[in-house]
């Protein structure tokens, strides 16, 4: 690690971005968050609109009826890994963090991640919180190791921000935005 080699270009640094945690008041003004969020993305990466990843940490963006209100809300259209093998460049990809290991993208925003959702806590006991926590901080390893460029983190303030992100958010790795 003493001699590091480093291949980003200038035009590539110009592109790179701190990861941002953004929060909003809940859901639906989080999706009305990721229509601008989408935008900068963009304008600030110029590459196909498939090379920029949203990945749901909450199901219900995932279904038919969830990817039919993110398409409606924020005009954008998607390419959806966990349900179909079509795949168009000029549509957004959208999935599940458990369906996007091996593949890269410029930019990757992780929707849901929040209190509750990251690590999930309904439904556990406390033989297997450790367990949801430990499964939790690899999703998030997953799905940021993604990006190339840029990663933005959007989650609702009903639930809170989520335990696995306070460190980083202390250490200054996370900036926390609005």
Avoid at 23 to 28: A, G, Q, R, T, V
Avoid at 124 to 136: E, L, N, P
């Amino acid at each position: 690690y003493s001699n590091p080699q480093y291949c980003f270009t200038s035009s590539d640094e110009e592109r790179v971005e701190r990861p941002k945690l953004l929060m909003y008041n809940n859901d639906e003004q989080l999706i009305e968050g990721l229509n601008q969020v989408v935008n900068k993305y963009v304008k600030m990466l110029q590459c196909r609109l498939s090379d920029i990843a949203i990945i749901s940490f909450d199901e219900k963006w995932l279904t038919q009826e969830g990817i039919a209100i993110l398409e409606k809300k924020t005009g954008k259209q998607f390419n959806t890994l966990d349900t179909s093998n079509a795949f168009d460049p000029a549509k957004f990809t959208l999935s599940s963090p458990y369906s996007i290991n091996g593949l890269e993208f410029q930019g990757v925003i992780m929707i849901g991640v929040d209190d509750g959702r990251v690590p999930q806590t309904f439904g556990t006991s406390d033989i297997s919180k450790h367990f949801i926590m430990y499964s939790a901080y690899n999703m998030l390893y997953l799905a940021i190791s993604r990006a190339r460029f840029m990663v933005t983190i959007m989650g609702s303030e009903l639930n809170g921000v989520s335990p696995c992100l306070e460190h980083s958010i202390d250490a200054g790795y996370l900036e926390k935005g609005n």
